[in-house]
């Protein structure tokens, strides 16, 4: 079974500063990795994926990944942040459940605050 | 498009009493599934539906029954509810579960406290 480890639970930064959030995740098999971002009382939605290809992922509200094999990780960062980023971010693996379905295998959760 | 809709969105049990929550999308998605999150866990698969009428378990089924009569609706059952079944319930679609690159869509999730 895959896991994802999110290294950091917390992470404060100051606005317009640059942020990294870090995500380790264990396959010996070809991945399909996904960022969520889940705002204060709401639900999950896609920042960003990655199924093949370049290795950099542009995703919403200025993010991006990138993919390391080498390293099995897949951090996502921000050049400049904003007080709106503030929120939970959840890296997650898609895994082949059972026949038909999927299963996405989701971090422990690293919740970004962005201080004025 | 509403999406994924989940009612309701905050619900007070106790011990033992028995409550369905609900799910429904208007996207015509084949895959549906339910969610359970908690602090420091991330989000746990409980029960997931390929299609009408075909249901299965997640990796934490226990306590949860669910159903598919129709495409939209995705309901999940709590037959007798424990303080261990505190969490937030995300329902999640997506086009097929087949293709295990397909972005899943949440909805905005029901907070459940069992006292």
Known sequence: AQSVTQLDSQVPVFEEAPVELRCNYSSSVSVYLFWYVQYPNQGLQLLLKYLSGSTLVKGINGFEAEFNKSQTSFHLRKPSVHISDTAEYFCAVSEHWEEGAQKLVFGQGTRLTINP | ?115
């Not at chain 2, 799910?23 to 746990?44: F, K, T, V």
């Not at chain 2, 009569?69 to 097929?96: I, N, W």
């Open chain 2, 1 to 115: 498009n509403a999406g994924v809709t989940q009612t309701p969105k905050f619900q007070v049990l106790k011990t033992g009493q028995s409550m369905t929550l609900q799910c429904a999308q208007d996207m015509n998605h084949e895959y549906m599934s339910w969610y359970r999150q908690d602090p420091g866990m991330g989000l746990r698969l409980i029960h997931y539906s390929v299609g009408a009428g075909i249901t299965d378990q997640g990796e934490v089924p226990n306590g949860y029954n669910v159903s598919r009569s129709t495409t939209e609706d995705f309901p999940l059952r709590l037959l007798s509810a424990a303080p261990s079944q505190t969490s937030v319930y995300f329902c999640a679609s997506s086009y097929s579960g087949a293709y295990y690159y397909n972005e899943q869509f949440f909805g905005p999730g029901t907070r459940l406290t069992v006292l």
